[in-house]
C-alpha cells in the first residue's frame, strides 16, 4: 500500500534529448509527489513538485505529468544535458498540512546523458 | 544558500558498538528527519522529529535508535548496537512549515 515503482532502473538519453521516468504508486492517500536529484555523494535535492490538482507542471526543462485515474506520474527533462546525469528519485507523501512530510521514496532512476 | 550539515562524512565501526551521527539542520527550520540509502537502494524514511519528540517513524526506527535534539541546534541520531545490516548512507533533513524538505549530504556508516 505505501509502495511507490518507479522504472526505468536505468536511462541512456543522448544530448538534447529527452528522458523520461515513470511512477506509479498504490496509496491514494498520497496527495504530495516530489522528485529528487541526486548526485554522487550528494544528498537528494528536491528537483519539482506537484499535488494532484493539477495534471502537469512545468519548471525549466523539468516537467511532471501527473495521472490521477492511474496513479502514475512521471518525470519529463526536455533537452537533457551531461549534466543532468544523476541519480533521480520519485517520492510521494500524505500532506500532513503543518506536520512533518513521510516520503516514500522508489527505487531511483540512474540517467546518463551522453554527448 | 543554507544548508544542512552532517558530520561525521564516513564512519567505520565495529559490530555492537554505539555510534551517533550529528546534524546540523537549517537554522529556522522546524521538522527534523532522519533517512537513510543502503547501498544500491532506494532512501528509506527512519525518523521526523517536532517540537522536541518524535512525531513518526517507521518500522526500521527499532529500541536501537534514538534520536535527540541536545540544544538549539544539533540533532542527533544514536545506534545502541550497530548490526551489520545498519551499514548505510544515513541522510538528515529538515524543513519549514512546507513541504520542500533539504537533506543533507549523508553520513556513510560501514558496521564491520
Known amino acids: 500500500q505505501q509502495q511507490v515503482k518507479q522504472s526505468p532502473q536505468s536511462l541512456i538519453v543522448q544530448k538534447g534529448g529527452i528522458s523520461i521516468i515513470n511512477c506509479a504508486y498504490e496509496n491514494t492517500a498520497f496527495d504530495y509527489f516530489p522528485w529528487y536529484q541526486q548526485f554522487p555523494g550528494k544528498g537528494p535535492a528536491l528537483l519539482i513538485a506537484i499535488r494532484p490538482d493539477v495534471s502537469e507542471k512545468k519548471e525549466g526543462r523539468f516537467t511532471i505529468s501527473f495521472n490521477k485515474s492511474a496513479k502514475q506520474f512521471s518525470l519529463h527533462i526536455m533537452d537533457s544535458q551531461p549534466g543532468d546525469s544523476a541519480t533521480y528519485f520519485c517520492?510521494?507523501?500524505?500532506?500532513?498540512?503543518?506536520?512533518?512530510?513521510?516520503?516514500?521514496f522508489g527505487k531511483g532512476t540512474k540517467l546518463s546523458v551522453i554527448p | 544558500e543554507p544548508e544542512v550539515t552532517q558530520t561525521p562524512s564516513h564512519q567505520v565501526t565495529q559490530m555492537g558498538q554505539e555510534v551517533i551521527l550529528r546534524c546540523v539542520p537549517i537554522s529556522n527550520h522546524l521538522y527534523f528527519y532522519w533517512y537513510r540509502q543502503i547501498l544500491g537502494q532506494k532512501v528509506e524514511f527512519l525518523v521526523s522529529f517536532y517540537n522536541n519528540e518524535i512525531s513518526e517513524k517507521s518500522e526500521i526506527f527499532d529500541d536501537q535508535f534514538s534520536v535527540e535534539r541536545p540544544d538549539g541546534s544539533n540533532f542527533t541520531l544514536k545506534i545502541r548496537s550497530t548490526k551489520l545490516e545498519d551499514s548505510a548512507m544515513y541522510f538528515c533533513a529538515s524543513g519549514a512549515s512546507g513541504n520542500t524538505i533539504y537533506f543533507g549530504e549523508g553520513s556513510w556508516l560501514t558496521v564491520v
Open positions: 517520492a510521494a507523501s500524505i500532506d500532513p498540512g503543518a506536520g512533518s512530510y513521510q516520503l516514500t
